[in-house]
C-alpha cells in the first residue's frame, strides 16, 4: 500500500528542503518507497479532519492503512524499520543508529529552533540581541561536541543510518546562520547528506511545489 504523507501547501521555508515533511520524503526516498503528498494549508491543518491526523496541528503525518503517524522523527523510525537501508541488521549497531535519531531531535534541534524563534519572532524584543547571542553560544557548544565526534569520518557510525539522515536535517536548518561554516567537518557532513541522491530527489520534489504554488500566484 503506497503511504500518504502530509505538507505544507505554501511552505514558510519557501522550498528549501526545511519544513519537516522534507525528512519524511528523503527516509521514503532512500528505502525507494512510493508515497503520495497531500497538501495542507495552514487553515486545513487546524480543521477537524487534520486534527484527527495530527492532534497539534502541524506536519507531517504519515498514512498507511489503518496506521496514522505524525512526528517527523516516529514517522522515519517507522520506515526504518519497515525497510531495508536506514538502520543496520547488528543489533547493536541498530540501537546506536536509534540513539542518534533521538540525539538529532532532542539534543541538537532545541537550541536550533530556539535560534529561529528569536531570528523570526522576537526580533523587536528589547532583548533580541542577548537572548540570540546564548542561544548561538548554546548551538556552538553542541556542534562543538558532535564535531569532536564525528571527528573524519563519514557518518555518525559507521554507514549511513536514518540517525544520520535526521542530524543532518537538523545540521541543515542552522546553516543559513554561518555557525556551522566554523565546523568544517559538520559543514562536510551536511554536504555528504545533501548529495545523496534520495536526499536530491526528495528536495527537488519539495522544491516542485513551492514553484508550482508561486507560479500559481497572482501577478496584478
Not at 130 to 149: F, H, P, T
Amino acid at each position: 500500500m503506497t503511504p500518504t504523507i502530509t505538507a505544507f501547501e505554501r511552505s514558510p521555508d519557501r522550498g528549501s528542503g526545511l519544513a519537516r515533511d522534507m525528512r519524511v520524503r528523503w527516509a521514503l526516498e532512500e528505502v525507494g518507497q512510493p508515497y503520495d503528498v497531500c497538501l495542507v494549508s495552514f487553515e486545513a491543518m487546524k480543521e477537524p479532519a487534520h486534527l484527527a491526523l495530527h492532534p497539534f496541528g502541524q506536519i507531517p503525518t504519515y498514512e498507511e492503512g489503518d496506521l496514522v503517524l505524525f512526528e517527523s522523527g516516529a514517522i522515519v523510525l517507522h520506515i526504518a524499520e519497515r525497510h531495508a537501508g536506514l538502520l543496520p541488521d547488528d543489533a547493536n549497531a541498530r540501537a546506536r543508529a536509534i540513539m542518534w535519531m533521538f540525539a538529532a531531535l532532542n539534543t541538537m534541534e532545541p537550541p536550533v529552533v530556539d535560534r529561529e524563534i528569536a531570528v523570526l519572532l522576537e526580533r523587536d524584543e528589547t532583548w533580541h540581541e542577548q537572548r540570540l547571542s546564548a542561544v548561538d553560544e548554546r548551538i556552538r557548544k553542541r556542534l562543538g561536541e558532535l564535531s569532536a565526534r564525528l571527528g573524519d569520518a563519514d557518518w555518525l557510525d559507521g554507514a549511513f543510518s536514518a540517525g544520520d539522515l535526521l542530524m543532518v536535517a537538523v545540521l541543515l536548518r542552522v546553516k543559513r546562520s554561518g555557525i556551522l561554516d566554523e565546523y568544517p567537518n559538520l559543514s562536510s557532513y551536511v554536504a555528504r547528506g545533501e548529495a545523496r541522491p534520495a536526499y536530491q530527489r526528495a528536495f527537488a520534489a519539495q522544491l516542485a511545489v513551492f514553484r508550482r504554488r508561486a507560479s500559481n500566484r497572482p501577478t496584478g
